[in-house]
């Protein structure tokens, strides 16, 4: 009898992730991590997302024994400061101001955990956006088109953000969004599960 292939839970309620792992085609299923994000003291940005993905990832574990489940933290750092989520319309008119004609780059956490073996895999994906410099109407301009204030460094990529960019620079576009698929399927591949 041939044994079934593990069953894939995405540990994220983000409706961007969701989006992505659609365009897999996998079948899977979606869970709510509970985990405390506050960094730990003196704790690099890069140490935090992989350790924030794999939390996340073994806070829906018990739920999903015999599964592959996928954790994802995102953070958006200038010059090594984390931006986070702006929550507000100050608080983005304000990140996106600092990030005006400089740099941010995005560091994507990423987990895949097979809670039959408990083997992890992390990673932490960069990605690097240079922005245009953005005047305050542009800036408001976007803010009342877009709403994207639960969005790492105000803007959402996969919309109208793109017009705020000089030029973007990594390996995966999708990392940008909040889940680097190209590493994922290399993560999955480790696992088993063949894409396409």
Do not use: W
Not at 43 to 53: F, K, M, Y
Request: net charge negative; aromatic share 6%; charged share 25%.
């Amino acid at each position: 009898m041939r044994k079934s292939a593990p069953r894939i839970v995405l540990g994220s309620t983000s409706p961007y992730r969701r989006q992505l792992m659609e365009r897999l085609g996998l079948d899977f299923v979606t869970a709510s991590p509970d985990v405390d994000e506050s960094p730990r003291l003196n704790e690099s940005p890069e140490t935090l997302v992989v350790r924030l993905a794999e939390s996340k990832a073994r806070a829906v574990a018990d739920d999903f024994r015999e599964n592959l489940v996928i954790g994802s933290d995102q953070m958006a750092c200038i010059e090594g400061e984390i931006l986070g989520k702006p929550g507000s319309r100050s608080a983005a008119i304000t990140q996106l101001t600092r990030a005006s004609g400089r740099k941010v780059t995005f560091l994507t956490g990423l987990c895949l955990l097979n809670t039959a073996t408990d083997r992890a895999q992390t990673i932490c994906e960069p990605f690097h956006v240079h922005f245009r410099g953005l005047d305050a109407g542009q800036i408001e301009r976007y803010l009342d088109r877009e709403k994207p204030y639960d969005c790492a460094g105000s803007f959402k990529s996969e919309g109208l953000g793109i017009a705020l960019f000089e030029r973007l620079e990594g390996d995966d576009p999708n990392a940008l969004i909040g889940l680097p698929l190209i590493r994922l399927i290399g993560l999955l591949a480790n696992e088993g599960v063949q894409i396409p």
